[in-house]
């Protein structure tokens, strides 16, 4: 069970969701716990030997990537309720059933100040600072509402009506945590996306010089994987080489075997897969095959796990497949 909970400025969502995971014994994950963790925690590596400053977009990429992180992992391990943190950025109908309370400006408006002993000037001044104060991964603007699955009038409903349509709501959803096969996809993409935008937010990152056309990559994660060893300054070939693994009577070359990358450097030829089982069973048997007929080549398979390790550690090391 995954839900993801926000609320307007005003409004004392805060309390609603406190109650909403008493009553559906959920794990509360909200900005406090957030920032507790986040402390205390350090998700994602820095740059190996990084005296340089990173540049405030790339900073502000990683905090992105860091929540989104760690949402999925807490999603994974136990049924959450994702308060006012921007879940809904994160989570698609698919995963989570994503909640909006909305009231009308002057309501949210005697709320605040009501809750903070303000007078009219004063909750108009504290209430626009509110709406601008985004934590996670909320934006000050309004979200979309199609990134919602149920919008409910806190104004119409109060909080005992609210908690009992969520409720009611969430007993259709799946018991338990985010099957992890999910979350994993889920880690994949949000990493992915984060490395392809790292060769332009990365401090020092070469640039391709001008008249050098970058190959044509056959999956996303090879022009990602190729992004990182620029970032890293590790030369790098693409498909420099393909290596007959088989032939027919007359000679002709029945099968071949084109490794993704090579790495003159470590001499080491690099394949990545993030597919399924059974083409990963059948590239597994054409480096075995590959081995055995060259001796002399070095090769090392990248499986997806290994993937999402490499684009920010780069675990190379030497070992042959």
């Known amino acids: 069970m995954l839900i993801v909970l926000s609320?307007?400025?005003?409004?004392?969502?805060?309390?609603?969701?406190?109650?909403?995971?008493?009553?559906?014994?959920?794990v509360l994950l909200n900005a406090a716990r957030w920032e507790s963790a986040r402390t205390h925690e350090q998700s994602l590596p820095t740059r190996p030997n990084g005296s340089e400053t990173e540049r405030p977009a790339f900073s502000r990429r990683r905090e992105r990537l860091e929540i989104r992180e760690f949402m999925l992992a807490e999603?994974?391990?136990?049924?959450?309720?994702?308060?006012?943190?921007?879940?809904?950025?994160?989570?698609?109908?698919?995963?989570?059933?994503?909640?909006?309370?909305?009231?009308?400006?002057?309501?949210?408006?005697?709320?605040?100040?009501?809750?903070?002993?303000?007078?009219?000037?004063?909750?108009?001044?504290?209430?626009?600072?509110?709406?601008?104060?985004?934590?996670?991964?909320?934006?000050?603007?309004?979200?979309?509402?199609?990134?919602?699955?149920?919008?409910?009038n806190y104004a119409s409903y109060g909080p005992e009506g609210c908690r009992k349509r969520m409720r009611e709501a969430a007993a259709l959803l799946e018991p338990g945590p985010l099957p992890a096969n999910r979350g994993e996809r889920l880690r994949l993409y949000f990493r992915m996306r984060f490395a392809e935008s790292a060769g332009a937010q990365l401090p020092g990152a070469p640039t391709p010089p001008a008249g050098d056309p970058r190959p044509r990559f056959a999956h996303p994660s090879e022009r990602v994987f190729a992004q990182v060893l620029d970032f890293y300054r590790i030369p790098w070939q693409y498909e420099p080489r393909s290596f007959p693994l088989e032939q027919d009577a007359?000679?002709?070359?029945?099968?071949?075997?084109?490794?993704?990358?090579?790495?003159?450097?470590?001499?080491?030829?690099?394949e990545l897969t993030t597919m399924k089982q059974s083409l990963v069973t059948r590239k597994n048997r054409k480096i075995r095959r590959l081995t055995e007929l060259y001796p002399g080549i070095r090769i090392r398979m990248v499986y997806q796990k290994d993937f999402e390790d490499l684009i920010f550690r780069l675990g190379l090391g030497g070992q042959s497949a």
């Not at 307007?8 to 959920?26: F, M, S, T, W, Y």
């Not at 989570?96 to 809750?115: D, H, N, S, T």
């Not at 007359?250 to 003159?264: R, S």
């Open 250 to 270: 007359e000679g002709h070359i029945v099968e071949a075997f084109t490794p993704d990358f090579y790495l003159p450097d470590q001499d080491l030829y690099i």
């Open 75 to 152: 999603a994974m391990t136990s049924a959450l309720l994702i308060a006012n943190l921007g879940g809904e950025y994160v989570f698609s109908a698919e995963d989570a059933l994503r909640v909006r309370l909305i009231a009308p400006w002057r309501r949210r408006l005697g709320w605040l100040a009501e809750a903070r002993g303000l007078n009219s000037t004063e909750a108009v001044v504290a209430l626009d600072a509110e709406t601008a104060l985004a934590a996670g991964l909320r934006r000050p603007s309004e979200p979309r509402p199609d990134r919602y699955d149920l919008l409910l």
């Open 7 to 26: 609320w307007q400025a005003g409004i004392p969502g805060e309390r609603v969701a406190e109650e909403l995971a008493a009553d559906l014994k959920c």
